[in-house]
Nanobody, 125 residues
Framework: VQLQASGGGMVQAGDSLRLSCTTSERTSSSDHMGWFRQAPGKERDFVAAIRWSGATRYGDSVKGRFAISGDRAKNTVYLQTNSLKPEDTAVYYC????????????????????WGQGTQVTVSS
């Protein structure tokens, strides 16, 4: 299984970016996808996740600014990032979630089995 993330870039505070993540296959062992991010010197943080059925979950720092969506036909999930702040600067990773994960656990990196290579988002003030 391969995941390909794209859409990162260098923007100014207040701008928006749309990140995409396409998985090479969607198997019965997975029912959701997620986005995490990691800034230099910091731990990997949960950003958002979506079940293919539509349920979503967000990290506290992005609620109200970011929106995750999915296209099952294209095996692709999107992360619309709005009102970007300098503290959103990080490498954003998409990951494939393990089937059966309850919604409240979708922020746990251990609930994901395949990870993409990451896409850099840099927000200047």
């Amino acid at each position: 299984v391969q995941l390909q993330a794209s859409g990162g870039g260098m923007v100014q505070a207040g701008d928006s970016l749309r990140l995409s993540c396409t998985t090479s296959e969607r198997t019965s062992s997975s029912d959701h996808m997620g986005w995490f991010r990691q800034a230099p010197g910091k731990e990997r943080d949960f950003v958002a996740a979506i079940r293919w059925s539509g349920a979503t979950r967000y990290g506290d720092s992005v609620k109200g600014r970011f929106a995750i969506s999915g296209d099952r036909a294209k095996n692709t999930v999107y992360l619309q990032t709005n009102s970007l702040k300098p503290e959103d600067t990080a490498v954003y990773y998409c990951a494939r979630g393990r089937r059966g994960t309850i919604l409240s656990a979708m922020g746990d990196p251990d609930r994901y089995d395949y990870w993409g290579q990451g896409t850099q988002v840099t927000v200047s003030s």
